[in-house]
């Protein structure tokens, strides 16, 4: 029996369980302070430890975190936008209480792991998760392995160039104009001075939108390489049609000169939904927890 | 004993060693035309083959190359703008001639796996090589192997913000003013319509070169995290005053948002020269060719 834990900003998914097939309890928790949520996840663990031992825990975190397994400090949160929750380091809040081995990647490299051991990605050695939600983040698995690097990717922070007739300064507190500040959901928010949700299937700004995605989706292309590209997050939420606008515009800005199959014929492939849609993430924290 | 093959646009460059500190003989061969080139590559390492036999052949190659070793085309040259060298397959060719197991990888690879194990990237498990030259393109190590993924990485071909004040228009015959439309060296000569090693060490053009670099460099460590960034290529020589405007620019655009000392504190350390100065990517193949 295993743990898992998907950590959020605006809540924790908690889930019990042995394998995608056998899952014996999944809840969720809402983010408040620091001691209140790790208490209540304590809590949740601690009754199911008692039924059978844990054998592993594993975590999926918003970061930036500290993920340098030699470091003192592994598994701290850096700076975070949550500022209560900038220097807690869950795992070692969790290690307190359990005798197992607990795992911890960024949010966007377990639903990468998630995807590649039991999802759209199977099969497949280099794959990139990049979810497009709240704020804009990337993760990803390379030759078989989770990319972590000096800190972990932060893809969402990538500079692309803005549209010429495009007035909107971009949102990033810390960059403005990159690619999270200016197609984010936070952003699309912002530039329309209301709720994106609102925003018709019909409406040309996602032509706007879909142009960024792919200007972001071909820099990763030429910088990373990957086999597949999953595309998640809330702005893709019964939003099927902007997957053949990004797949074009991709095509269109590559210009066929990354001459490979995957690219220029079977795109529909090569850019795709998470096929564990929501459950990506939980359930690649519990592939962490395996070790 | 090995053989190592730096396979260029102008030239190839042929070694037979033990290590680079037993290195037998190296020769330079022009880069005419495939059957002339090969045949000359072919007597060089014959000559060495009849003295001791080789173990192996490793060689790092310009490309775009198919290094997918499951396919009948493994090694094969792609699309280039060489056109006489476009389906060329050096590796095959070779295995015509030696029994021995014959490695191949982009130049780009090839330099980054020579700083990994002799230079600028020992001790180290994520590095990048970019060069900047005719071109610009990278190789990387992800937990200590390089990076190919679907076909490998292309970075020069990532698409940057254009300054405002900038009124070239690129010359990547693909992308027009992606990264190495706007700043590869031929993207000089053609920007001033003259020679680029021409431009004085003052001129201010170089403040809009290092800032499409530092553009170029910030979407290298979002989207790929590395530990070390290492540029070569003709457009460094001589030219040593470019590293501390590349490494504040990178700052000041990354804003302090990825809080690591190496690039907060020690960018002197983190974007750095080859340590194997042009050896680089002849040494890479070497170690290609130990398998």
């Not at 700076?79 to 197992?100: D, M």
């Not at 099927?240 to 014929?265: C, T």
């Amino acid at each position: 029996m295993y743990g898992a834990i998907e950590a959020g900003g605006t809540k924790f998914i908690c889930l019990v369980g042995e394998s995608p097939q056998n899952i014996i309890e999944e809840i969720r928790i809402p983010t408040t302070s620091p001691s209140e949520t790790i208490s209540q996840i304590t809590q949740f663990f601690q009754k199911h430890n008692q039924a059978t031992s844990l054998n592993g825990i594993g975590i999926g975190c918003f970061g930036p975190l500290n993920l340098r397994e030699s470091s003192p400090d592994f598994g701290k949160l850096i700076s975070t936008p949550k500022l209560a929750w900038e220097g807690v380091n869950l795992r070692k809040e969790l290690l307190k209480h359990f005798n197992c081995s607990i795992s911890i990647d960024t949010d966007v490299n377990a639903a990468a792991i998630g995807e590649y051991k039991w999802g759209a990605g199977q099969g497949l050695q280099n794959i990139v998760y990049l979810t497009v939600g709240t704020g804009i983040g990337g993760g990803a698995i390379v030759n078989g392995r989770p990319l972590r690097g000096l800190m972990h990717p932060e893809m969402g922070h990538m500079f692309i160039p803005r549209s010429p007739d495009d007035a909107f300064e971009g949102n990033c507190p810390f960059h403005q104009a990159c690619l999270e500040g200016l197609a984010s959901g936070s952003a699309i928010n912002r530039r329309i001075q209301g709720e994106g949700v609102s925003i018709s299937d019909k409406d040309s700004f996602w032509e706007l939108e879909t142009q960024y995605l792919a200007l972001g989706i071909v820099n990763i292309i030429c910088i990373l390489s990957p086999e597949r590209i999953i595309l998640g997050g809330g702005v893709f939420e019964k939003r099927d049609f902007l997957f053949p606008m990004i797949r074009k515009k991709v095509q269109v800005l590559l210009n066929s000169y990354i001459q490979m199959k995957e690219i220029v014929e079977d795109i529909n492939q090569y850019i795709v939904s998470p096929a564990l849609g929501s459950q990506s993430g939980i359930l690649g924290a519990l592939a962490l927890a395996y070790g």
